[in-house]
């Protein structure tokens, strides 16, 4: 019996509207795994290829170079010949990409695959969002599913120091590569069976030489945020990354503006919505990938933590994080979402000014509460952010809004940890000659003040990451002022749904 008028925005496009979300956060949970899991085997890799630290870092800057350029390419081509089919088939190629990962016999080989597994992973986050939008058409519960479906691009995170440490701790490094063949082919199966042929929303002609002016730009802006540090940020590689950025910056609108259907249209950033979204999403996924990037290292350099007992740190976070986004969904519902991201954001603040005092005494039930606090702050603001970009635009340019969110995520997470690793440093040289200053040695033996050198360093590495978390703590502070403040968000209504999903959920009912 078809669904009236009135029940249709409770329905999906076809089946269960759940089985869609459950499909999309494997393949998110599969490319998010995929980046962080790979850092834990690097020792190995270096081992295996006889290669320095400074050329085993290609092997993660290729992928997220490669992943960052494709993010927005992928939500235009979704929004052009559908979600499912651009979903499907990056399932397929990233399991024989990992595959071939797997199977590197040198350091090119495994840079060049590490760039085939960026671009086909790309796919599945503005894909993603795409079909969990035009699954959901009841606006509540869309936000919910976002919220949950945004929690998984965080908690991949979590998970992949864990999964990571123990391939390699008890495995082969190449078996960081060979697990995503098990969990893609589960993944692949799930969407021939849960997720339905969407209609795309629009046709024209893919904007080939806009994507080329696109990476352009894009490569050169990640590829300086990821080196710089290694490089000098005032080094003349570095500035000729400024000027990349700039020029392919100023093509990339020059072009955009004038075609028909760019990948990204600048006429979101004369959306309120979309501008504020952005502009909140990068500060808070700055702070969680730099805090993420930081406590790790400080477990393993001065607790002595293996990989797997570091990553066990962040199980408080990566509960707190599925548990509180759908709660964030409904305080989004009854209050305005301004007063949900801001209060999360401010609860990620607490969680971080509490790591401001970390000590070699500490143990992991230290951590627990600072990490809840973390993780339900984050967790709180994903759904309504989430929501917000795609109820902000039409249904058939969701796909181009998710891509450039995520892009912004991306970007975000590379500033953040880029910023975070250079306050550290800078912080590190200041405190040792400070601490210096105010230690008193007694005695003048060469290994009185051998000892007493690794102490004054050790003390001064424990001052910068309570200075790093401190500038984290406020940067999330500035994120919940400025969604307090500044945050827009739109209503979504009924009336919203296009006819044809009406006709389509009417349909399936």
């Given at each position: 019996?078809a669904?009236?008028?009135?029940?249709?925005?409770?329905?999906?496009?076809?089946?269960?509207?759940?089985?869609?979300?459950?499909?999309?956060?494997?393949?998110?949970?599969?490319?998010?795994?995929d980046?962080?899991?790979?850092?834990?085997?690097?020792?190995?890799i270096?081992?295996?290829?006889?290669?320095?630290?400074?050329?085993?870092?290609?092997?993660?800057?290729?992928?997220?170079?490669?992943?960052?350029?494709?993010?927005?390419?992928?939500?235009?081509?979704?929004?052009?010949?559908?979600?499912?089919?651009?979903?499907?088939?990056?399932?397929?190629?990233?399991?024989?990409?990992?595959?071939l990962?797997?199977?590197?016999?040198?350091?090119?080989?495994?840079?060049?695959?590490?760039?085939?597994?960026?671009?086909v992973?790309?796919?599945?986050?503005?894909?993603?969002?795409?079909?969990?939008?035009?699954?959901?058409?009841?606006?509540?519960?869309?936000?919910?599913?976002?919220?949950?479906?945004?929690?998984s691009?965080a908690?991949?995170?979590?998970?992949?120091?864990?999964?990571?440490?123990?391939?390699?701790?008890?495995?082969?490094?190449?078996?960081?590569?060979?697990?995503?063949?098990?969990?893609?082919?589960?993944?692949?199966?799930?969407?021939?069976?849960?997720?339905?042929?969407?209609?795309?929303g629009?046709?024209?002609?893919?904007?080939?030489?806009?994507?080329?002016?696109?990476s352009?730009?894009?490569?050169?802006?990640?590829?300086?945020v990821?080196?710089?540090?290694?490089?000098?940020?005032?080094s003349?590689?570095?500035?000729?990354?400024?000027?990349?950025?700039?020029?392919?910056?100023?093509?990339?609108?020059?072009?955009?503006?004038?075609?028909?259907?760019?990948?990204?249209?600048?006429?979101?950033?004369?959306?309120?919505?979309?501008?504020?979204?952005?502009?909140?999403?990068?500060i808070?996924?700055?702070?969680?990938?730099?805090?993420?990037l930081?406590?790790?290292?400080?477990?393993?350099?001065?607790?002595?933590?293996?990989?797997?007992?570091?990553?066990?740190?962040?199980?408080?976070?990566?509960?707190?994080?599925?548990?509180?986004?759908?709660?964030?969904?409904r305080?989004?519902?009854?209050?305005?979402?301004?007063?949900?991201?801001?209060?999360?954001?401010?609860l990620?603040?607490?969680?971080?000014?509490?790591?401001?005092?970390?000590?070699?005494?500490?143990?992991?039930?230290?951590?627990?509460?600072?990490?809840?606090?973390?993780?339900a702050?984050?967790?709180?603001?994903?759904?309504?952010?989430?929501?917000?970009?795609?109820?902000?635009?039409?249904?058939?340019?969701?796909?181009?809004?998710?891509?450039?969110?995520?892009?912004?995520?991306?970007?975000?997470?590379?500033?953040?940890?880029?910023?975070?690793?250079?306050?550290?440093?800078?912080?590190?040289?200041?405190?040792?000659?400070?601490?210096?200053?105010?230690?008193?040695?007694?005695?003048?033996?060469?290994?009185?003040?051998?000892?007493?050198?690794?102490?004054?360093?050790?003390?001064?590495?424990?001052?910068?990451y309570?200075?790093?978390?401190?500038?984290?703590?406020?940067?999330?502070?500035?994120?919940?002022?400025?969604?307090?403040?500044?945050?827009?968000?739109?209503?979504?209504?009924?009336?919203?749904?296009?006819?044809?999903?009406?006709?389509?959920?009417?349909?399936?009912?």
């Amino acid at each position: 019996m078809a669904g009236t008028p009135e029940d249709t925005s409770n329905q999906s496009r076809g089946g269960s509207p759940w089985l869609v979300l459950g499909t999309v956060m494997v393949g998110t949970l599969l490319i998010g795994l995929d980046r962080t899991v790979v850092n834990l085997a690097m020792p190995k890799i270096m081992g295996d290829f006889g290669i320095t630290v400074s050329s085993a870092a290609w092997i993660a800057t290729a992928y997220i170079i490669s992943n960052a350029i494709f993010v927005p390419v992928f939500g235009k081509l979704g929004d052009l010949f559908g979600n499912r089919v651009i979903y499907l088939w990056s399932f397929v190629g990233f399991i024989g990409v990992s595959i071939l990962a797997g199977l590197s016999w040198s350091l090119n080989s495994l840079i060049f695959f590490r760039v085939l597994q960026g671009l086909v992973g790309a796919a599945v986050y503005p894909t993603a969002m795409s079909l969990i939008a035009k699954s959901f058409l009841d606006p509540k519960k869309r936000a919910q599913a976002l919220g949950i479906w945004s929690s998984s691009f965080a908690i991949s995170a979590v998970i992949g120091p864990l999964l990571g440490g123990y391939l390699v701790d008890n495995f082969d490094w190449r078996w960081v590569f060979f697990i995503n063949l098990p969990i893609g082919i589960a993944g692949l199966i799930m969407t021939l069976l849960f997720i339905s042929q969407d209609r795309p929303g629009e046709r024209g002609t893919f904007d080939w030489f806009g994507a080329v002016l696109l990476s352009g730009a894009i490569s050169s802006l990640v590829l300086v945020v990821d080196r710089g540090q290694d490089w000098g940020w005032l080094s003349s590689t570095s500035m000729l990354c400024y000027g990349g950025t700039l020029v392919f910056g100023l093509l990339v609108y020059w072009w955009e503006t004038r075609h028909s259907h760019p990948i990204i249209d600048f006429k979101f950033f004369r959306n309120p919505v979309i501008v504020s979204v952005l502009v909140v999403s990068f500060i808070s996924f700055g702070g969680m990938m730099g805090a993420m990037l930081l406590l790790p290292v400080f477990a393993q350099t001065f607790l002595h933590y293996t990989a797997t007992q570091s990553g066990y740190l962040f199980v408080p976070m990566a509960l707190a994080l599925p548990v509180f986004a759908p709660f964030g969904a409904r305080l989004a519902n009854r209050f305005h979402p301004r007063y949900t991201v801001s209060f999360g954001m401010a609860l990620s603040a607490l969680g971080l000014f509490l790591l401001m005092h970390l000590d070699p005494a500490m143990t992991s039930s230290d951590f627990i509460l600072p990490l809840v606090l973390f993780g339900a702050g984050l967790g709180l603001g994903m759904a309504p952010l989430t929501s917000a970009a795609t109820t902000s635009v039409p249904l058939h340019e969701v796909g181009m809004s998710s891509g450039l969110l995520n892009l912004t995520r991306n970007i975000g997470g590379a500033f953040g940890i880029a910023i975070f690793s250079t306050i550290l440093a800078n912080a590190t040289n200041a405190n040792v000659l400070l601490v210096a200053q105010n230690s008193h040695i007694h005695g003048a033996t060469g290994a009185i003040l051998a000892e007493a050198a690794q102490l004054i360093i050790m003390k001064a590495q424990l001052l910068s990451y309570g200075t790093v978390f401190g500038y984290a703590a406020e940067a999330m502070l500035l994120g919940a002022f400025i969604a307090l403040f500044f945050l827009r968000t739109t209503e979504a209504r009924g009336e919203d749904i296009p006819p044809e999903l009406r006709a389509e959920a009417a349909a399936g009912g």
